[in-house]
């Protein structure tokens, strides 16, 4: 299947003042054509500072894409203007910001912001760019899409401003879309209809998804690929079921046994002890190895080369390294 977005060795830092904090230390993966692409992990990982770089969006000062390179249609968007990077953002590859209740602009109409996208992409008349959103806030099911064009943000439920966003998003037609956290601040019932509208929309217009999220739940209904993502690293890669049924990093083992289930009665919640690493001075090993169980010796001093499971699962981590298993010994507990 066709490569659409190949992120190689990407590496974003922070200036503070109380020194760099590196918050995405080497990730590489691809996106497939029309497929979800989950990028998971908890709080603090580098998810949506990952794909923020990916939309040019870090903010420089303090921040910066330190190395790397993030390959689209034959171009290394690290490279590009910023002139060129308008072009780009919103037309080829758009976004989802993570809160839809303050990610609209207040002062404007939504018709408005969304007209604003079609114009500065297409060279369209007023009145087409118009027709276009109120078609687009039809396909996201925004009922009496030509009256509600008029009203403002304050007027719409959160799911409805997450469905707006989504238009938002779609409007000039990208090929990627990139959704970072788009049903957190939503409630059950109304998660559930912006799942089955991202389904319905990539069914229709066949745009690539790559899904920003914390929640194992929403990447079991909708992710093709899962990425697992920790301390600015991907320390796991495989398709939904592989990641789900036969994980391999004991951190994806630890996000899976933290999920409650409603299957089982016997089912115990497992935390994960201890806290993530310092990305100020992040270690030179594995970055899981204060908390995992399974640490060696060699985990604390070599980052573990990645070890191919299959077509699509990659894992690193020094358990799947025979020669390492048989050499090291167990050292280190959690604290």
Same mark, same amino acid.
């Given at each position: 299947?066709?490569?659409?977005?190949?992120?190689?060795?990407?590496?974003?830092?922070?200036?503070?003042?109380?020194?760099?904090?590196?918050?995405?230390?080497?990730?590489?993966?691809?996106?497939?054509?029309? !497929?979800?692409?989950?990028?998971?992990?908890?709080?603090?990982?580098?998810?949506?500072?990952?794909?923020?770089?990916?939309?040019?969006?870090?903010?420089?000062?303090?921040?910066?894409?330190?190395?790397?390179?993030? /390959?689209?249609?034959?171009?290394?968007?690290?490279?590009?203007?910023?002139?060129?990077?308008?072009?780009?953002?919103?037309?080829?590859?758009?976004?989802?910001?993570?809160?839809?209740?303050?990610?609209? $602009?207040?002062?404007?109409?939504?018709? !408005?912001?969304?007209?604003?996208?079609?114009?500065?992409?297409?060279?369209?008349?007023?009145?087409?760019?118009?027709?276009?959103?109120?078609?687009?806030? $039809?396909?996201?099911?925004?009922?009496?899409?030509?009256?509600?064009?008029?009203?403002?943000?304050?007027? @719409?439920?959160?799911?409805?401003?997450?469905? /707006?966003?989504?238009?938002?998003?779609? /409007?000039?037609?990208?090929?990627?879309?990139?959704?970072?956290?788009?049903?957190?601040?939503?409630?059950?019932?109304?998660?559930?209809?912006?799942?089955?509208? @991202?389904?319905?929309?990539?069914?229709?217009?066949?745009?690539? /998804?790559?899904?920003?999220?914390?929640?194992?739940?929403?990447?079991?209904?909708?992710?093709?690929?899962?990425?697992?993502?920790?301390?600015?690293?991907?320390?796991?890669?495989?398709?939904?079921?592989?990641?789900?049924?036969?994980?391999?990093?004991?951190?994806?083992?630890?996000?899976?046994?933290?999920?409650?289930?409603?299957?089982?009665?016997?089912? !115990?919640?497992?935390?994960?002890?201890?806290?993530?690493?310092?990305?100020?001075?992040?270690?030179?090993? %594995?970055?899981?190895?204060?908390?995992?169980?399974?640490?060696? !010796?060699? %985990?604390?001093?070599?980052?573990?080369?990645?070890?191919?499971?299959?077509?699509?699962?990659?894992?690193? %981590?020094?358990?799947?390294?025979?020669?390492?298993?048989?050499?090291?010994?167990?050292?280190?507990?959690?604290?």
């Amino acid at each position: 299947m066709e490569k659409i977005l190949q992120v190689k060795d990407l590496q974003v830092a922070f200036k503070t003042f109380g020194g760099e904090v590196q918050a995405v230390r080497g990730v590489t993966f691809d996106l497939l054509k029309g !497929e979800t692409l989950a990028i998971v992990g908890e709080s603090g990982c580098g998810k949506s500072v990952t794909s923020q770089a990916i939309m040019g969006l870090i903010p420089s000062p303090p921040g910066k894409i330190a190395g790397g390179e993030i /390959i689209f249609k034959n171009r290394d968007l690290t490279s590009l203007p910023e002139k060129e990077w308008r072009n780009v953002r919103g037309a080829d590859i758009s976004m989802i910001f993570q809160d839809p209740m303050t990610a609209l $602009n207040p002062t404007l109409t939504v018709g !408005e912001q969304i007209i604003e996208g079609i114009i500065q992409h297409e060279k369209i008349a007023r009145t087409q760019a118009k027709a276009k959103a109120i078609d687009m806030l $039809n396909l996201v099911g925004i009922p009496v899409p030509e009256s509600r064009m008029k009203q403002y943000p304050h007027q @719409f439920s959160g799911g409805m401003r997450q469905r /707006i966003m989504i238009a938002m998003a779609l /409007i000039c037609q990208p090929e990627i879309l990139i959704a970072d956290e788009p049903t957190t601040a939503l409630d059950v019932t109304i998660q559930a209809q912006i799942l089955e509208l @991202f389904r319905d929309i990539q069914n229709r217009t066949g745009v690539s /998804i790559v899904l920003i999220t914390h929640d194992l739940g929403v990447v079991a209904q909708v992710a093709d690929r899962i990425a697992v993502m920790y301390a600015g690293k991907i320390v796991e890669t495989g398709t939904r079921r592989e990641i789900f049924y036969n994980p391999q990093h004991p951190y994806t083992r630890g996000l899976l046994q933290s999920v409650p289930r409603l299957d089982r009665e016997d089912a !115990e919640l497992i935390p994960i002890a201890g806290s993530p690493p310092d990305l100020f001075a992040p270690p030179t090993g %594995c970055p899981f190895t204060a908390r995992c169980e399974s640490a060696m !010796e060699v %985990c604390s001093r070599v980052y573990p080369i990645e070890t191919k499971l299959s077509e699509q699962h990659q894992v690193h %981590c020094w358990l799947q390294d025979q020669r390492a298993r048989k050499l090291a010994v167990p050292v280190i507990t959690i604290s």
